[in-house]
């Protein structure tokens, strides 16, 4: 498959949870990849708890699936690599903001994307050329889990959506 969904949870520029699923434009998908990240070894590295993204979380504790299971930093930046690897020419769409946090993280570490910038695409942009309003709120509810998995998949069909528009 020739895209890769990225999704991150955090807490301000601490990363709590990465998630990522191989997909087409059909809508198909294919690999998915989840860790849980230790906040301590973000911490450790200098990433910071913004105050807005904790209030959200202490909010919502129960949408917390971060918590258990975790790994350092470091591997599972090491693992969503290896992730990226299975093809290497994938794009990678995801949120700006996410690519941001990312890409600080890798810095932090002393390492690189785990994927060559130029592969990189925002879902906003997409969404915006193909005119097409995403299901944001329903019923005034947030439609996203917040489980960086769930939420690439979520992503993945209003992005197919906008693609299927943008090719009409």
Same mark, same amino acid.
């Given at each position: ?66 918590? $258990?299971?975790?790994?350092? #930093?470091?591997?599972? =930046? ?5 992730? +990226? %690897?299975?093809? !290497? ?54 439609? $996203?889990?917040?489980?960086? #998995?769930?939420?690439? =998949? ?5 992005? +197919? %959506?906008?693609? !299927?528009?943008?090719?009409?």
């Amino acid at each position: 498959m020739d895209n890769i969904m990225l999704d991150l949870e955090t807490l301000g520029t601490v990363i709590t949870q990465i998630g990522a699923v191989y997909f087409d434009w059909t809508g198909k998908t294919g690999e998915t990849f989840l860790v849980n990240v230790n906040i301590k070894s973000c911490l450790d590295r200098d990433l910071e708890i913004k105050y807005k993204e904790l209030k959200f979380w202490l909010e919502n504790r129960s949408r917390i699936t971060w918590n $258990k299971n975790t790994i350092p #930093l470091t591997k599972a =930046l090491e693992e969503l690599t290896t992730f +990226c %690897k299975i093809n !290497k020419k994938a794009h990678v769409w995801s949120h700006y903001y996410d690519i941001e946090i990312l890409e600080n993280a890798c810095q932090k570490l002393g390492q690189k994307l785990p994927f060559h910038y130029t592969r990189w695409k925002d879902i906003r942009t997409l969404v915006f050329l193909a005119g097409l309003q995403k299901e944001r709120k329903e019923n005034n509810k947030d439609p $996203k889990t917040h489980n960086a #998995l769930d939420d690439c =998949l979520y992503q993945i069909s209003y992005c +197919c %959506k906008a693609y !299927k528009l943008l090719k009409k």
